[in-house]
């Protein structure tokens, strides 16, 4: 008797899963349904992508050895050939390193009432 009730609850539970969207669309907003702001369905929903679609076999077969030796001797002849036209630049500057500046000596005040460089009395 439970295994008939338990079946016939997840049969239910079930299609009323199903219906889930439609009825979300139909509660109003102040009961938990979607604002109103919300765009409308579209009547026609998207199809899926074909995930497990092969692509067409390519129709360029890979290079043979003649071919793979003609377009790397044209690569190195353009690789000499912008070296060759490219200006010679200069060995880039040396960067110069900034030398300390010369350590300042600090002047302890004379008196504790002295008034400091800063225009203030020390504090105690």
């Known amino acids: 008797m439970t295994g008939l009730l338990t079946a016939s609850l997840l049969a ?19 009961v938990g349904g979607l604002p109103e702001s919300v765009p409308a369905r579209p009547a026609n929903p998207g199809e899926f ?4 679609d ?3 076999a390519r129709a360029d077969a890979p290079l043979n050895e003649a ?14 050939r912008t070296t ?9 500057a040396k960067k110069k390193v900034a030398e300390p500046a ?9 008196a504790t009432g002295s008034i400091s460089a800063a225009g ?5």
């Not at 079930?14 to 907003?29: E, K, N, R, W, Y």
């Not at 992508?49 to 497990?52: D, E, I, K, S």
């Open 12 to 30: 239910a539970a079930t299609a009323l899963a199903g219906c889930t969207t439609h009825i979300a669309d139909s509660v109003p907003p102040a």
């Open 49 to 52: 992508p074909a995930v497990h």
């Open 54 to 56: 092969r692509p067409p």
């Open 67 to 80: 071919e793979r030796k003609k377009l790397k001797d044209d690569l190195i002849a353009a690789r000499d």
């Open 84 to 92: 060759r036209l490219a200006p010679k630049s200069e060995e880039p």
């Open 102 to 110: 010369a350590k300042k000596k600090k002047t302890e005040p004379a």
């Open 120 to 124: 203030s009395p020390p504090n105690p």
